[in-house]
Every structure is written in structure tokens, then in C-alpha cells.
Antibody
Framework: EVQLEESGGVVVQPGGSLRLSCAAS????????MHWVRQVPGKGLEWVSL????????YYADSVKGRFTISRDNSKNSLYLQMSSLRTEDTALYYC??????????????WGQGTLVTVSS | SYELTQPPSVSVSPGQTARITCSGD??????AYWYHQKSGQAPVLVIY???RRPSGIPERFSGSSSGTMATLTISGARVEDEGDYHC???????????FGGGTKLTVL
């Protein structure tokens, strides 16, 4: 059974930094592209970033480019999102999600339950 | 940046057909995907690659795409189909994802 468990969400001040983690199990982690998606409570989903299966290629939404860094440790079956220069508009529930296609890019087929990041003074 | 546009809300009576649209300039060449999300839960995929239905998703869910618009159709909508529906696709590079703003479906 595929399981994704996010952690690291806390309350942080504007301008601060934070690292989110996602522990994956139930599938061959190093074969799959992984995504971060966020959702302001009560609002729509926003795709944030993806990293390919071997960690070499990364892509970002314009809203976070230059401030967030996605990474992975395939030896630990873990995905990360380093967030810096945080803004109040980054407040959201952050989901970790697995891509459907081995060694490809398509869509997220499994999602975690999310970790809440609140940016507030 | 690339955007997908959905109506904010759709309302139907039980048993009626609900149609939710998603428009985007890259949809003629990129697949659309549809997720259903109930309050407090993670999204669940209901349609992938424009019109394919994952196992376990009822047959009343179908999808289509023509030109710059993709459509999710729920034939014979049920109360349990209520919630938010999000379309997803990628920009022309195929590497950056994008979601529509979401559509709240009410069945009553």
C-alpha cells in the first residue's frame, strides 16, 4: 500500500525558512517523479514543484521559484521542500504526491494528508 | 504563467447530469485530469488522460476534451458526488503542472 506522510509544518514568521519532509513507503521510491502541491484552506489546489526520479531535474511554479527548493534522498525514501523568504501568501496545507508514471511525468496518483504551514507574525 | 479556468460552482438535482468545464490554451496538446475532493480529505483522481476512468471510479463519471476545453460529466449525479472538482494539466513544456481554480459541485 502506497503511503505518503508529510511533516514539518509549523507557524513561521514572514521572511523565515522551513523544511518540509515526506516519508514514502509501499512503492519503489527511486523510480517515480514526486510533486509538492499546496492548498490554502477553503481554496483551490496549486501545483508547487516536482523532482524527477533521480533528483536531477526540478521544476517550480512561478510563485515559488527562487525561494523554494525541492530535493529527495532515495536512500531514505524521502522527499523534501526547503522554503525560504516565506510570505503570508505561502500559508497553506502542503501535500506530497507521487507521480503515476515510472521514470516519467504525468499526474499525481497518490497523495499524503498534508502538513499545514502558517506564515504569520 | 499558464492558467486553467473552471466555473466556481455548479449545482444540479440528484439524478441530473452535471458538467464541469476546464479551459486552457495548451489543452489541445496536453491531457486533462480531474480530481474530486471532499472537505478535509486529500484529492482523489476520477478521470485521467482526458477520458480514462481509474479502477473503482463509477461509470457515471466521464471526461472529454475538444480544442481548448475539457469537460467532466457526471451522469445521474448523487449526493455523495458533492465536493470540489479540480482539473489539472501541464504547460506546453509538460514539466510544470497547473490546476484550475476548482468547481464546487452541489447536488440537492
Amino acid at each position: 500500500e502506497v503511503q505518503l506522510e508529510e511533516s514539518g509544518g509549523v507557524v513561521v514568521q514572514p521572511g523565515g525558512s522551513l523544511r518540509l519532509s515526506c516519508a514514502a513507503s509501499g512503492f519503489t521510491f527511486h523510480d517515480y517523479t514526486m510533486h509538492w502541491v499546496r492548498q490554502v484552506p477553503g481554496k483551490g489546489l496549486e501545483w508547487v514543484s516536482l523532482i524527477n526520479w533521480d533528483g536531477i531535474s526540478t521544476y517550480y511554479a512561478d510563485s515559488v521559484k527562487g525561494r523554494f527548493t525541492i530535493s529527495r534522498d532515495n536512500s531514505k525514501n524521502s522527499l523534501y521542500l526547503q522554503m525560504s523568504s516565506l510570505r503570508t501568501e505561502d500559508t497553506a496545507l502542503y501535500y506530497c504526491a507521487k507521480d503515476r508514471t515510472p521514470q516519467g511525468y504525468s499526474y499525481a496518483d497518490y497523495w499524503g494528508q498534508g502538513t499545514l504551514v502558517t506564515v504569520s507574525s | 504563467s499558464y492558467e486553467l479556468t473552471q466555473p466556481p460552482s455548479v449545482s444540479v438535482s440528484p439524478g441530473q447530469t452535471a458538467r464541469i468545464t476546464c479551459s486552457g490554451d495548451a489543452l489541445p496538446t496536453k491531457f486533462a485530469y480531474w480530481y474530486h475532493q471532499k472537505s478535509g480529505q486529500a484529492p482523489v483522481l476520477v478521470i485521467y488522460e482526458d477520458s480514462r476512468r481509474p479502477s473503482g471510479i463509477p461509470e457515471r463519471f466521464s471526461g472529454s476534451s475538444s480544442g481548448t476545453m475539457a469537460t467532466l460529466t457526471i451522469s445521474g449525479a448523487r449526493v455523495e458526488d458533492e465536493g470540489d472538482y479540480h482539473c489539472y494539466s501541464t504547460d506546453s513544456s509538460g514539466k510544470r503542472g497547473v490546476f484550475g481554480g476548482g468547481t464546487k459541485l452541489t447536488v440537492l
